[in-house]
């Protein structure tokens, strides 16, 4: 260890706080989970995916139908409600990324109301199949920030949701 960190180490240890040895700030990387917790799978065909050959703004995952879905991070809820496309859905403010996550297609009214504060792998709602949805599934989005329908634009989730899935669970 360098003798400047060592100091900051002793003399400032907050500041020390995720330091490599040539000073640069190590970056932290947000906890992260998959939104069903339970058997799914992420889509049956190339119109279940971003795009889809009809604007599709997500990644349709299937499970069955009441399988929990949890927050794949946490944060504020930026909206909750029911859409006749997108039946009873969640938008949530990440806090760790600034992007909004949605949750469409949830089998109940969401229980959560905007601006309340949801945990990492807290429970938001059921796989459903409200709005107009053809089989029990989770419609996932991500938008970059300002947000969902504020400005922001939505991205393909797939990739994320890959990695997310590939990950042991605690």
């Not at 297609?105 to 969401?110: C, D, E, S, T, V």
């Not at 459903?128 to 939505?154: I, K, M």
Request: aromatic share 8%; hydrophobic share 40%; net charge negative.
């Amino acid at each position: 260890m360098s003798a400047a960190i060592a100091a900051l180490v002793l003399l400032a240890p907050g500041v020390a706080q995720g330091m490599t040895e040539i000073g640069a700030v190590e970056e932290p990387v947000p906890v992260r989970v998959f939104p069903i917790a339970g058997p799914h799978d992420l889509g049956r065909s190339p119109t279940n995916g971003f795009g889809g050959g009809r604007g599709h703004s997500g990644q349709d995952m299937f499970a069955a139908c009441g399988t929990p879905v949890v927050a794949s991070q946490g944060g504020k809820v930026r909206k909750a409600g029911y859409h006749p496309v997108g039946g009873n859905f969640v938008v949530l403010t990440e806090k760790e990324t600034g992007l909004d996550a949605v949750y469409m297609h949830l089998a109940n009214p969401p229980r959560l109301r905007a601006r309340a504060t949801v945990e990492t792998d807290e429970r938001i709602g059921s796989v459903g199949d409200t709005g107009n949805a053809s089989g029990c599934h989770l419609h996932f989005e991500l938008w970059s920030a300002p947000g969902w329908y504020a400005g922001g634009e939505p991205f393909d989730p797939l990739p994320r949701l890959q990695r997310w899935d590939a990950r042991p669970q605690a």
